[in-house]
């Protein structure tokens, strides 16, 4: 589900920001994101989209960066209890969405460093990849990471938080549509399970999910770039 993650993560986040810059709704913790913000936070929540799935280690993101990716999802797979247990939870969201703000507004290497790794984790979910040639598929994938993260450097990122629990929530509501559903409210032993895509990868995921996503996402960004404000759009 590696493209219905990442294309779900952009567009929750583009379809939340009016109700995230609503001050009326929402007080001081209002946003207010100038066009580049807003389409700098859905390649976060794009990538943060798949973060769930950091607890798979033979998941399509273990092999982002390597060795270190591998590890990586090993070990939390391990500790989280296995796949779709605690980081497909509600917990797991908020406690990303607070941890990335945090790093975001004030450490900014510890933020770079984070969003190399969520862009590589959207890059390696779209599929985007050079067939049978693992080793450039990668280093392209790092090449436009880097290239991510010089584009955004000199943004303001302090919302960022709100992107990643956006995008790990659209993940959460994803996989709740499939059979095994999440343990939304671990550590209580409750699974969501509403079936409406029988299979991961499979017709219904492929011929109407994944192109419902995109039209959205193409749709959502434009009115961005052509100058529309967010809040406008509840008008």
């Not at 969501?192 to 895509?197: F, I, K, N, Q, R």
Request: hydrophobic share 50%.
């Amino acid at each position: 589900m590696g493209q219905t993650h990442v294309l779900s993560g952009a567009v929750v986040w583009l379809a939340a920001v009016p109700v995230l810059s609503r001050e009326e709704w929402l007080g001081s913790y209002a946003l207010s994101l100038s066009s580049q913000q807003v389409i700098a936070g859905a390649v976060v929540a794009a990538g943060a989209g798949l973060l769930p799935d950091i607890d798979h280690p033979s998941g399509r993101i273990a092999n982002t960066l390597g060795p270190v990716t591998k590890i990586l999802c090993r070990w939390v797979g391990r500790a989280s209890g296995g796949h779709r247990h605690a980081t497909h939870s509600l917990l797991f969201a908020a406690a990303m969405g607070v941890a990335m703000g945090l790093l975001a507004t004030h450490f900014q290497y510890g933020w770079w460093a984070a969003l190399y790794i969520l862009v590589g984790f959207g890059l390696r979910g779209l599929g985007l990849d050079f067939e049978g040639h693992p080793f450039w598929s990668g280093l392209k994938d790092c090449a436009a990471a880097g290239a991510a993260i010089y584009l955004m450097h000199g943004l303001d990122m302090s919302f960022a938080g709100y992107a990643v629990a956006l995008g790990c929530l659209a993940h959460l509501l994803g996989d709740c549509l499939t059979p095994r559903g999440c343990l939304l409210l671990w550590p209580v032993n409750w699974r969501m399970e509403t079936v409406l895509v029988p299979r991961t990868d499979g017709r219904v995921e492929r011929l109407v999910v994944v192109p419902l996503l995109t039209c959205a996402a193409v749709v959502l960004t434009a009115r961005v770039l052509i100058g529309d404000h967010p809040i406008s759009w509840l008008s």
